[in-house]
Structure formats: structure tokens, C-alpha cells
T-cell receptor, first 116, second 114 residues
């Protein structure tokens, strides 16, 4: 089966510019996650969707970050305007069940953002 | 507060030797524990999980992990290391107090030398 697809793999922008990342989860996976992984740290959850509804966005910096999953399939994460500290790898993951159901996560290869 | 600790930033092992990557946790209630591996420029891959049952859990690529409730540990092990096992390993625990999200350790870099 096809894995989680993410694009672009790499993006370099200047601070205050905007950027968007796209994710297509594994077919049939209802739950979709966006994580931010800063070098040397574990992933930090930004937002979790169950179908097209938001389950948890408590750690999403809503003044600059936004995410949507309009049709309950693919998702877009946007940053506007970007700051230097947003330099990180943005990981998308999906799961058949949410973690209440102890489902494991399947990750994409990530989108590496460098903000200059 | 619920947390996960990986006390070693890096572990070096000679090929063919046994390896251990350490993880300790602090959670309320019964822990659901996970190990993931990240190869260079790749996303994380699930290795194994402990939910309940046998304390020794077997996973992908010959890895296993031992759950120790009294020591609140979930160490990752492999009897004989391969150079291809070199990667970044993350331990995670399910947080029952926050939408059952995963709390991640900071990761341990495993280097297997030929």
C-alpha cells in the first residue's frame, strides 16, 4: 500500500514569507497528525484531525500557523508569516484509529523548512 | 506530569554485539509505550509497542523491548547489532490526560561500528 505522501521535501524561505505543506495520508486512515520536529528534539504535535474535524490543536501557534483537512483526506499546513524559529522538519502522520484505540502512527518523510 | 526520558544522546555499539537503548517514563495509569526509528532523511517508522500482556515485546527488524513496571522502564534491545541499525530511536508514551497524544523522548542516536 502507498505510504503517507508529503510535499515539498525541502523549502527555503526568508522570514516573514509564507509557506504551505501538503500531506496525503494512507487511504482509509481517518486520523491525521501534523508534527514539528526541531533538530535534536522529539516530535511536537501541532494538530490532530479525526476525519475533517480538529481533535487537538492546543500546541498550534494560531497567530501564524493554520491547517485544514476539508474533505477528510489530504491536509495542508500553512505558516504565515514565518519566523526563524520555525526552521524544522514538519512531519505528517496518519493512523487507522486514534491513539485511544492504540493505533500506531505511519509517518511521511517530512518537509524540511529552513527560514533565513 | 507525564514524561518520557531517554538518558543517552548517543549509543555506540560494535557490529554483532548486543545493543540496548534506554527509556524511562512517568505516567498516571497504565502505560502504553512505543518505540519508533528514524533513518536519515526519512520519516519515523513504528518498531513495537507495549499495551498489556508479556513484558517482553517483539517488533520489527529483530528488535525487542522489555517493560519493567517497577523501574518504569521500556528499554529497546537487540541481541546482535547490524551496521544498518544505525539510526535515531524515539521512545514514546500515550498521554491519558491530553487526548491520548504521544509524549516523545528526545531521541537516542545509535551508531553501529563495523
Amino acid at each position: 500500500e502507498a505510504g503517507v505522501a508529503q510535499s515539498p521535501r525541502y523549502k527555503i524561505i526568508e522570514k516573514r514569507q509564507s509557506v504551505a505543506f501538503w500531506c496525503n495520508p494512507i487511504s482509509g486512515h481517518a486520523t491525521l497528525y501534523w508534527y514539528q520536529q526541531i533538530l535534536g528534539q522529539g516530535p511536537k504535535l501541532l494538530i490532530q484531525f479525526q476525519n475533517n474535524g480538529v481533535v487537538d490543536d492546543s500546541q498550534l501557534p494560531k497567530d501564524r500557523f493554520s491547517a485544514e483537512r476539508l474533505k477528510g483526506v489530504d491536509s495542508t499546513l500553512k505558516i504565515q508569516p514565518a519566523k526563524l524559529e520555525d526552521s524544522a522538519v514538519y512531519l505528517c502522520a496518519s493512523s487507522l484509529k486514534n491513539l485511544l484505540g492504540t493505533g500506531e502512527l505511519f509517518f511521511g518523510e517530512g518537509s524540511r523548512l529552513t527560514v533565513l | 506530569a507525564q514524561s518520557v526520558a531517554q538518558p543517552e544522546d548517543q549509543v555506540n555499539v560494535a557490529e554483532g554485539n548486543p545493543l540496548t537503548v534506554k527509556c524511562t517514563y512517568s505516567v498516571s495509569g497504565n502505560p502504553y509505550l512505543f518505540w519508533y526509528v528514524q533513518y536519515p532523511n526519512r520519516g519515523l517508522q513504528f518498531l513495537l509497542k507495549y499495551i498489556t500482556g508479556d513484558n517482553l515485546v517483539k517488533g520489527s527488524y529483530g528488535f525487542e523491548a522489555e517493560f519493567n513496571k517497577s523501574q518504569t522502564s521500556f528499554h529497546l534491545k537487540k541481541p546482535s547489532a547490524l551496521v544498518s541499525d544505525s539510526a535515531l530511536y524515539f521512545c514514546a508514551v500515550r498521554d491519558s490526560t491530553s487526548n491520548y497524544q504521544l509524549i516523545w523522548g528526545a531521541g537516542t542516536k545509535l551508531i553501529i561500528k563495523p
